[in-house]
């Protein structure tokens, strides 16, 4: 069977889905890196990544900042197994599809070739392997910015300590966004998976992922959070939780 014929297997809703899955990753992630005049969350902490770096300067000893780079760079190791992981699972289901083709057709009341079912699956594999991809990068940037940091002269008055401090702000700074860019592949590789049930629980699926991550770059109390002012009366305990 060609790849022509094996597309023949699926419905043009299910090319529809696929689309709309596409789409919404692509432009949720430019929505929240380009935000124009509504920051995103994570535009906002874009600025106080470059303020601890000019903190970092004066601060004495500097065993404070290393610990929080650690914390990042675990994250980092920490997705990049979980993503390992789940590739490694999800091919294990493409060698034995024929036990997933049965329980999906019992759920789904479908009965499609065992081929589609391995498709689907291959969609969920390519989007955890950018996720694998940007953490990865992510955990050499933050290396990087580690480097570029024990790099800083000890005395703040020192004409090449600003300069190098912008540096390791904006490796910093990259670092964070590739991270943003491997939690986004994972939440719609998540979403991917609704598509073994068929094309309208794919479409749902991204759309509930698409106004997830809206609401927490957009419209969540940590946004609120980091807009209050830096002087004025404490903050009032958010209301509703987070999600």
Known sequence: ????????????????????LIVSWIAIGLRIENPGKHPSVSTL???YRREWMKQMLTRDPRIFDSQILSILRQGTAFFASTCMIAIGGVL???GNAERL???AQDLTLESDPIVVWELKLIA???????????????HRLFGYCAVVMAAVPNDPNHPAAPTR???AAELNISGA??????????????????????AIPLILAVLFTLAVLYRREFASNS???????ETGPEPKPAKHPEI
């Open 177 to 198: 966004r590739a991270y943003n860019r491997g939690l986004r592949s994972i939440y719609f590789a998540m979403a991917a998976t609704a598509w073994l049930l068929g």
């Open 92 to 94: 294990a289901l493409i």
């Open 124 to 138: 969920v594999i390519l989007l955890a392997i950018n996720g694998f991809l940007s953490f990865v990068w992510s």
């Open 165 to 167: 401090a912008h540096k």
């Open 101 to 103: 083709a049965g329980l």
């Open 1 to 20: 069977m060609t790849w022509t014929d094996r597309l023949t297997l699926f419905e043009p809703l299910d090319y529809i889905a696929v689309a709309v």
């Open 45 to 47: 902490t874009t600025e």
């Open 223 to 229: 946004r609120e959070a980091l807009l209050l002012p």
